[in-house]
């Protein structure tokens, strides 16, 4: 049985309160760590992934609503289903900037169940709209209170996992949202048929009885989230580890990583300033962005789609859960055979290759075609392994020091949102049920997206290779003498290895 011991004697003491439990010299058997990881996993990720959960049945439940006739009921159309979709993704992408930083602050641990709180009460509302202002109106509320969610969870795992280990823990947490999303549709599927009940709609009762478990739901949360590994004491469900399970906890993240010795440092001016200008990283936020269009539109009307293959309204709701289910497993399989192995780029370009094939199959099939082969592009479109997670954990193990890695969280999630504001618009109603000229659209995007990937890749590499001939190049001296001397930090450094 081997024995871990640190043998880097750097920084031996903790030197912020996310380090605390830290020891340079302790020594742990890799089969101690693997049952402090088991303990994460079985009392940390349950409440995280519920979280999450919870966040995307309340994103998803917006397009069962409409499925339900929202838009005419309240007397305008989807043009304004549309606009507020672009509305939505503008401010959840500043919400999304704000909410890593402001989870730094007040610490992940109190700013997530804050955050639930506040759009299970909006999400409750929602039951209430009488016009197309109080639809605009909560449809701004809902994403500034949702939008820092993700961004603040990130840094917050980043607490608890090493770095390869997050890409997978990053593919349960959207692959919750998939459950969710197939969730949703089996509950509107019931919850729908309410309409007429105490003088409500259909989709008032969806949106208040989603909005209740949310707020039941960031209560337990207040009440659940330790602060780090080390301060799970006096929890509910609370003292997860033994004294050396605790420090084992907090001392394997940071051999992993040093700079997680000052993990919950404050973010500064130049973190920002150091994330806006690394092409790196734009290379990730403009994949994101591109990448995820597709599924906005696609997303918004699926029920809707699939209603118009002959269906009715409550299975169309109920047949979108099984396309998600998809999703969640290959997903999960993808990111998981990425962190195996290794690799990133072409496990991206894969699953855009994917996509590809669904749109085709959506927008070539004969008009004639049965409805249950039209179903069958929807659940193979739907059950593409999603890029997300593994971009985001891409993009963070590249990216360093902390303060750079937290703002670029914010901005990768803003990027995922803010493409709504384009996406939103592409399938327009005079172009229903089959939506020809916006799935050309989508197709553009995607072959764009599939490109990225390769190019980010290849951009990965050449760095590699040409900042090691440069490191290799130099005398010991002159690496002693750049360790003193340089003012690189993080991913600039020449010594710094990315992840292709």
């Known amino acids: 049985m081997s024995t871990i011991v640190d043998d880097r004697k750097k920084d031996g003491q903790a030197t912020s309160s996310a380090a605390l439990g830290y020891s340079q010299d302790l020594e742990y058997t890799e089969a101690e760590e693997d049952a402090v990881r088991r303990i994460l996993d079985l009392r940390l990720m349950p409440f995280v992934l519920f979280s999450t959960f919870i966040l995307n049945m309340d994103r998803t439940n917006l397009s069962n609503a409409i499925s339900d006739n929202l838009p005419a009921d309240l007397g305008f159309t989807n043009v304004v289903v549309n606009n507020a979709n672009s509305m939505y993704a503008v401010l959840f992408s500043i919400a999304a900037f704000s909410g890593s930083i402001l989870g730094k602050y007040f610490g992940p641990h109190k700013y997530i169940p804050f955050l639930v709180l506040s759009w299970g009460v909006v999400t409750t509302g929602h039951g209430f709209i009488q016009n197309a202002s109080q639809y605009y109106l909560l449809r701004a509320l809902i994403a500034l209170t949702e939008g820092g969610v993700i961004p603040a969870t990130l840094v917050y795992l980043g607490t608890f996992y090493k770095r390869n280990e997050l890409a997978t823990r990053l593919s349960w947490f959207w692959g919750v949202q998939s459950v969710a999303s197939a969730m949703s549709g089996l509950m ?49 469900f609370g003292n997860w580890f033994t004294e050396k399970q605790a420090n084992i906890a907090v001392t394997r993240v940071v051999r992993d990583d040093l700079l997680k010795l000052n993990y919950d440092v404050k973010v500064q001016l130049s973190d920002v300033w150091d994330a806006l200008t690394d092409y790196r990283v734009w290379g990730h936020l403009i994949s994101t962005s591109v990448g995820l269009t597709w599924g906005s539109p696609y997303g918004t009307y699926l029920p809707s789609i699939i209603k118009s293959f002959g269906f009715n309204v409550y299975v169309s709701n109920a047949l979108t859960a099984p396309n998600y289910i998809l999703g969640f497993i290959t997903m999960t399989l993808m990111t998981a055979h990425s962190d195996k192995v290794g690799e990133r780029g072409y496990h991206g370009a894969f699953s855009h290759a994917w996509v590809l094939v669904g749109i085709f199959m959506l927008e070539f099939l004969p008009d004639n075609s049965s409805r ?7 659940f193979i479109l739907s059950g593409h392994p999603s890029t997300h997670p593994m971009n985001i954990a891409w993009m963070t193990e590249n990216t360093a020091p902390i303060g750079k890695r937290t703002v670029a969280s914010g901005l990768v999630i803003g990027a995922a949102n803010i493409y709504a504001v384009w996406a939103s618009q592409i399938y327009q109603p005079w172009d229903a049920p089959r939506y020809h000229f916006g799935n050309y659209i989508l197709i553009a995007f995607e072959v764009t997206a599939l490109f990225l990937w390769i190019g980010q890749k290849y951009l990965y590499v050449h760095l590699n290779k040409t900042r090691a001939a440069v490191w290799e190049a130099k005398s010991d001296d002159e690496k002693e003498e750049y360790n003193v001397k340089t003012k690189h930090t993080g991913s600039q450094r020449l010594d710094f290895v990315f992840k292709t």
């Open 188 to 236: 509107a599927s019931g919850i729908l048929q309410l309409r007429g009940t105490n003088g409500l709609f259909g989709w008032s009762w969806l949106f208040l009885i989603d909005g209740i478990i949310t707020i039941i739901a960031a209560v337990l949360f207040f009440f659940v989230f330790p602060r780090t590994p080390f301060f799970t004491k006096g929890l509910l």
């Open 372 to 378: 249950g082969v039209f179903y069958l592009a929807t």
